[in-house]
Every structure is written in structure tokens, then in C-alpha cells.
């Protein structure tokens, strides 16, 4: 597990840059295919498509506060799964991680 780690560690710590740097992280675990990177690049992409889908709803509601409490689960979220790419450890983002990984299996 933590040599497997160590190889996909890069692409993980890339997903986590931005949703462009989630893109590039796909193209960077194509080959070789990496079971730890793929992980956290699932993680990633659910957490920032799930974050930009209600940034959306949220334009359209009148719900005072609602930004600031959006912002910072978001980013306690992806400050939680960071620190597990830099642990070198598997950490399901909580509640919504395991959805994230049967939902994106087109992410290989």
C-alpha cells in the first residue's frame, strides 16, 4: 500500500488544485493506472461537483449565510482529504465519499 501510494501521490496532490487540476490528474493516471490516485481523484472531482452544483442552486435562492456556510464545509472537506493524500492514507471524504466512489467509476 504506501508503494502504491508513493507512485499515484502525485496525480492525488494534483486533483486537488482546482477542477482543471482534477482533469489533468485523469490524464496523468491513465497509464499507469494508479488504484491510489484513482481514488483521490474520485474524491476530488465528486467534492468539486458537488461544490459548484450547489454554488448554482445557491445563486438562485435568497438564503442568508448560505455562502459562507457552503465555503467552509467545502473546504474543511477538501482540507480533510489533502491531508490524507499527504498521510499517504486512503480517507474518504465523510458521508458523501463513498457515493463519490461508485458514482464516478468512468474514472480509471
Sequence with gaps: MEEEASKGKTAALVAHFTLVGCLIAITMNLEPKNDFARFYIRQTFGLYITFHTLVIFLNYTAIPFAWEVLFIIYFGLWVFSFAGVLKNKKSQ??????????WFTFIQ
Design 93 to 102: 471524504i465523510p458521508i458523501v465519499g463513498e457515493y463519490f466512489q461508485k
